[in-house]
Every structure is written in C-alpha cells, then in structure tokens.
C-alpha cells in the first residue's frame, strides 16, 4: 500500500473533523431530548425530594420512563468518543507528516 500523501492526511484530517462535530451535536441534542423528557415526567408526576439518585425506589419509575432515550445517549457518547480518538489519529498522522518533511 503507498504511503499516503499530504493531501490524502488533510482530507482524512477533515472528515474525521465533520464527523466528530456530526458525533458531537448529535449527542448534544439527545441529551437535550432526555432532560425534556424528565421534565416533562416530573411535570406530570412529581419530582421526589433530593438529588436524583439512580440507586433509590423514589427514582426507579422516571429512569424506566427514559431508559431508551438514556441508552441512546449512551451510545451517542460512545459514537462521539470513538470519532474524537479517530480524529486526534488522523491529526497525530498529519503532524507525522510534516515532522518528517522537515
């Protein structure tokens, strides 16, 4: 396989930038989404006394209300995670480049 060029490093630098910034604005809005949907629960159902807590009884019936929405945010922050490592990777390959050009 050929060594890439520098303008193969720059445009694999570039989409790896769009889809970080896909990556991150996609979880942005998910985890808008969730606090809505917590919101509107308590709304309609009360909010228990104290700092939510995921281990109490009190909090169990709005973490199964949002248990899809959550999970989804999850995956967002793992899909967000990888692109941000993919992005730093095709950076790291860029500097590369230019260490050994010079």
Request: aromatic share 10%.
């Given at each position: ?17 769009l889809l970080l ?43 199964t209300f949002t ?7 999850k995956e967002a ?26």
């Amino acid at each position: 396989m050929p060594k890439p060029t520098r303008q193969d490093l720059i445009e694999r630098a570039a989409l790896t930038a769009l889809l970080l910034f896909k990556a991150t604005t996609t979880k942005k809005a998910l985890k808008i989404e969730l606090r809505t949907m917590y919101d509107t629960f308590f709304e309609a159902h009360g909010r228990p006394a104290g700092n939510f807590d995921p281990d109490s009884e009190e909090f169990l019936p709005v973490m199964t209300f949002t248990d899809a929405q959550f999970n989804r945010v999850k995956e967002a922050k793992k899909a967000e995670y990888n692109a941000k490592r993919r992005h730093e990777t095709a950076i790291r390959a860029l500097s590369s480049f230019y260490r050994e050009a010079v």
